[in-house]
């Protein structure tokens, strides 16, 4: 009959002394501890260790969920790097990487909805009886990227000259600005004088 866990008994992996590497998980901040546990997780993988791809049992799930709560609240540096040794598994630590992504998307998405509630307000208050309010939020509203009312715009065009048009238009521009004139170097011929 198979045991259980022969795998974690057949399970030798090569040790590198790497002591000037090691940080204590109390003198890092939150994201590098994150960090080296998911890199811990890759590393096992290299080595060969056998991953179940089970489900993270509740106990894992909720350690998970702690530590994210820990991190996006900022809470105090021990109490988050605590929640974070609670997780144990992979399959935990790939969890709480899930959530801090998601939480990133999701904060990208609230951003926008806050913006398209700033200026939904400031649209509203285009209407206010107080002509100072009403100033403010035009000037506010021109000044939203889309509108670009206030900002300055430097169109340039480039156009293809060749070397002798191009002297010729800055000869143009001198004579207009400068009133240099070109000067033009005649020779004459001059008889031999005997």
């Given at each position: ?9 057949n399970?030798?992996?090569e040790v590198h002394?790497h002591?000037?590497d090691?940080v ?12 080296g ?9 290299e080595l060969?260790a056998v991953?179940?791809?089970?489900l993270?049992n509740?106990h ?6 702690t530590a994210?709560t ?14 974070l ?12 990487v899930?959530?801090?992504s ?8 609230q ?5 398209g509630?700033a ?17 403010k ?16 715009k430097?169109?340039i065009k ?12 800055i000869k143009?521009k ?13 020779t004459?011929d ?5």
């Amino acid at each position: 009959m198979r045991r259980m866990l022969d795998h974690l008994i057949n399970f030798e992996p090569e040790v590198h002394a790497h002591s000037g590497d090691f940080v204590p998980m109390e003198k890092t901040d939150p994201a590098d501890a994150v960090d080296g546990m998911s890199n811990t997780v890759d590393w096992l993988k290299e080595l060969g260790a056998v991953d179940t791809d089970t489900l993270v049992n509740e106990h894992q799930s909720q350690a998970a969920r702690t530590a994210f709560t820990n991190i996006v609240t900022a809470k105090p540096a021990e109490i988050t790097h605590n929640s974070l040794a609670n997780i144990k598994t992979p399959e935990a630590v790939k969890r709480l990487v899930g959530m801090l992504s998601a939480y990133d998307w999701e904060f990208v998405h609230q951003a926008k909805q806050i913006r398209g509630y700033a200026v939904a307000k400031l649209v509203e208050e285009t209407e206010h009886p107080n002509a100072n309010v009403r100033l403010k939020a035009l000037v506010a509203l021109g000044k939203v990227t889309e509108v670009g009312l206030f900002t300055e715009k430097i169109e340039i065009k480039k156009t293809e000259m060749s070397d002798v048009e191009l002297e010729t238009r800055i000869k143009e521009k001198l004579n207009r600005f400068m009133g240099v004139i070109d000067v033009i170097d005649v020779t004459e011929d001059r008889p031999d004088e005997a």
